[in-house]
């Protein structure tokens, strides 16, 4: 936080959960007036952190940190093949795309 304030100046607000060790760390910075909190108020950052949690999530069924680098490693190499947001294309380009995957899905594993 200091090295942002730094950077782009003093802010006008800073929206927070009601943890006290913002209260504090913001009292040492001299900017506990800014602070606001509210029941929505920190809706956007605590939203903006899911992804982030969903993958901590995942890595914790893993018991060690290489087999997890090991699937993550295989996982990133097709996850882009098949994962298309579905919502934001129709049905046709869908089932092209999807078809375009399993294809060459199908060309690695015969190898």
């Not at 969903?54 to 882009?80: G, P, T």
Request: with cysteine; charged share 30%; aromatic share 10%.
């Amino acid at each position: 936080l200091r090295k942002a304030m730094r950077k782009h100046g003093r802010p006008k607000s800073i929206i927070t959960d009601r943890l006290r060790s913002y209260g504090a760390a913001l009292k040492e910075l001299g900017i506990v007036d800014s602070q606001e909190t509210g029941r929505w108020l920190n809706n956007r950052a605590e939203n903006s952190l899911l992804p982030f949690r969903r993958r901590e999530r995942a890595m914790l069924r893993f018991r060690r940190m290489r087999s997890l680098q090991k699937f993550a490693a295989v996982h990133a190499s097709f996850y882009n093949s098949f994962n298309s947001e579905r919502s934001l294309t129709s049905r046709s380009n869908f089932k092209l795309n999807r078809a375009a995957a399993l294809a060459e899905w199908r060309g690695l594993c015969v190898e």
